[in-house]
DNA sequence: TCAATATATGAATAACTGTTCATATATTAC
DNA sequence: GTAATATATGAACAGTTATTCATATATTGA
């Protein structure tokens, strides 16, 4: 049987948190998104998005790589509802997906204390 | 030559992009910091300190796994800057770095409507 | 219809990552 | 000092993933 300093408090918080914990396929939505912009080259595509729309050929200008690879970051991205696509004559056009990911962004920069 | 109908537009954007694409070390600590939180494993140990501070033995009983794995996972979270250590006599007491780490998951549960 | 342009995608592989197991370290009580 | 408890960690393996290459699809213009 365990007992720490605090054993009551914290055995109260384990219970707690049991209880409070989102069901697994949540924790596996919020993982996904989270998932999603964990790689420097597509969260780079989101720091590129904050420009405004543009479409795939101006995003691999923006942020290197091949068209094929930067075709499956955003793939990724938009399956983690972080970008948004719309069709435009030959052009595909993406953008932020809404405003939670600049605020997301934002906070985890401020966070890392990283100027953007 | 590439043009598109906003060919002058996103080109524009893609210019400011690269301008103001943070460093490469910067990008890297911001994805490192997504990536901590990226596994379903490491995201419920977020999710249960949000109840308060716990030593290792009511994190285990809190998110489940082996002792060894959710101190591995402890570990990448505390490098990650999103939790916090102190001794206290034998045990060690995890919790939240801050109110940041707070305010991201609550905006992701928001953004993929997941209760919390 | 065909050619040209823009984007997407399946498969393969190389690199990465999470967990397990065994063990090490740290603290307390004796 | 030793024993017991709590936590941490290195190595290895299994599973996952990012990129590349080749090719497919979609749209436009002639």
Redesign the interface.
């Known amino acids: 049987m365990?007992t720490?300093?605090?054993e009551q408090?914290?055995?109260m918080?384990?219970e707690?948190?049991?209880a409070?914990?989102?069901q697994?396929e949540?924790?596996?939505?919020?993982?996904a998104?989270?998932?999603a912009?964990?790689?420097?080259s597509r969260?780079?595509i989101l720091?590129?998005?904050?420009?405004?729309?543009?479409?795939v050929?101006?995003?691999v200008?923006?942020?290197g790589g091949t068209q094929s690879a930067v075709s499956h970051q955003l793939r990724m991205l938009r399956e983690a509802?972080m970008i948004k696509a719309r069709r435009?004559?030959?052009?595909v056009?993406y953008s932020l997906a809404?405003e939670?990911?600049l605020?997301?962004?934002e906070?985890?920069?401020?966070?890392?204390k990283?100027?953007?």
Do not use: W
């Open positions: 365990h720490c300093d605090h408090l914290h055995h918080a384990a707690a948190a049991k409070n914990m989102p697994e949540d924790v596996g939505r919020v993982a998104v989270f998932k912009v964990s790689e420097p969260l780079k720091f590129a998005l904050r420009q405004g729309e543009m479409c050929y101006h995003v200008e923006a942020v509802h435009d004559g030959q052009n056009v809404d939670h990911v605020a997301v962004l906070l985890v920069c401020t966070h890392v990283c100027k953007i």
